[in-house]
């Protein structure tokens, strides 16, 4: 098992910039995949981005590519969403989530593990 928690979001202008984080703990996750994964009201569950944890690899949705940017600390044991550039469309709850190597790294469904959810709020 493995315990996600995001900090909290933030209501941002647009062409703002906000970094989220989750703190990782549990059983040795160096195996995992993690990913932030979005929901906007009325909407399905959307890929943002994912990084391989033990590589650093890192994946995107074109919608976000150039603007957001996943990274780990495996000191602190923390990862990282750095968004800029945002815009309101960007709006939603986003989630820290993790999986174990195997499927799509951008299919919501494969992951198991998930945080509480953060709002982020994007004003025009």
């Known amino acids: 098992q493995v315990q996600l928690v995001e900090s909290e979001g933030g209501l941002v202008q647009a062409g703002g910039s906000l970094r989220l984080s989750c703190a990782v703990s549990?059983?040795?996750?160096?195996?995992?995949?993690m990913g932030w994964i979005r929901q906007a009201p009325g909407k399905e569950r959307e890929f943002v981005a994912g990084?391989?944890?033990?590589?650093?690899?890192?994946y995107y949705a074109d919608s976000v590519k150039g603007r957001f940017t996943i990274s780990r600390d495996n000191a602190k044991n923390t990862l990282y969403l750095q968004m800029n550039s945002l815009k309101p469309e960007d709006t939603s709850i986003y989630y820290c989530?993790?999986?174990?190597?195997?499927?799509?790294?951008?299919?919501?469904?494969?992951?198991?593990?998930w945080g509480q959810g953060t709002q982020v709020t994007v004003s025009s």
């Open positions: 989530a993790a999986k174990f190597p195997g499927g799509m790294i951008s299919t919501p469904s494969f992951y198991p593990f």
């Open positions: 549990g059983r040795t996750f160096n195996d995992y995949i």
């Open positions: 990084i391989y944890w033990s590589t650093a690899s890192t």
